[in-house]
T-cell receptor
Framework: GAVVSQHPSWVICKSGTSVKIECRSL??????MFWYRQFPKQSLMLMAT?????????EQGVEKDKFLINHASLTLSTLTVTSAHPEDSSFYIC???????????FGEGSRLTVL | SQQGEEDPQALSIQEGENATMNCSYK?????LQWYRQNSGRGLVHLIL?????REKHSGRLRVTLDTSKKSSSLLITASRAADTASYFC????????????FGTGTSLTVIP
């Protein structure tokens, strides 16, 4: 079946640094990808929709300058957390929809810990 | 918000018993999907039910959808310890993935 790969799976960084998370669709093309944030024991909250070749669409309350999204190709979207702070520590998950079936395929998630 | 509500929030059962989780949502949908998440991992798609369908089966899973009540249920029969996970419903307005909202989730624990 379709696979979405996310990297890195776990990253620890110092406060003030920037961290890039990659999301790749391995065997299908994805013109759209989605980025979610999940706090412990909570549900997924959609942060933004990544569109290949155009600007990302951010959900209300999500700072676009803080969470930079680049969808450079039909198989790769990146989320960069800029000037990370401890409150940005979270589990970030990407997904890509299979447009024929409507099924969303999820990456394994990236756990960010900001010290 | 469109985010769905699920109940119960937590469910603990003995192995072999059936587990039922419910999901309610607020507006009209195109389809509803159920996902499973093991602790600290990504989500795994379980089943999709379209708005014109009322019931769907997949292995030990049975999903129902009542669009008049804006609710869905997920039944796991003959539960196993390996079914221990969080289960989320997600509603979508179309197949592009736009406006794809997750419910609050049910944490299921199956005791061996």
């Amino acid at each position: 079946g379709a696979v979405v790969s996310q990297h890195p799976s776990w990253v620890i960084c110092k406060s003030g640094t920037s961290v890039k998370i990659e999301c790749r669709s391995l065997d299908f093309q994805a013109t759209t990808m989605f980025w979610y944030r999940q706090f412990p024991k909570q549900s997924l909250m959609l942060m933004a929709t990544s569109n290949e070749g155009s600007k990302a669409t951010y959900e209300q309350g999500v700072e676009k300058d803080k969470f930079l999204i680049n969808h450079a190709s039909l198989t790769l979207s990146t989320l960069t957390v800029t000037s990370a702070h401890p409150e940005d520590s979270s589990f970030y998950i990407c997904s890509a929809p299979h447009t024929n079936t409507g099924e969303l395929f999820f990456g394994e998630g990236s756990r960010l810990t900001v010290l | 918000s469109q985010q769905g509500e699920e109940d119960p929030q937590a469910l603990s059962i003995q192995e072999g018993e059936n587990a039922t989780m419910n999901c309610s949502y607020k507006t009209s949908i195109n389809n509803l999907q159920w996902y499973r998440q093991n602790s600290g991992r990504g989500l795994v798609h379980l089943i999709l039910i379209r708005s014109n369908e009322r019931e769907k089966h997949s292995g030990r899973l049975r999903v129902t959808l009542d669009t008049s009540k804006k609710s869905s249920s997920l039944l796991i029969t003959a539960s196993r310890a390996a079914d221990t996970a969080s289960y989320f419903c997600a509603t979508a307005f179309d197949f592009t993935g736009n406006q794809f909202y997750f419910g609050t989730g049910t944490s299921l624990t199956v005791i061996p």
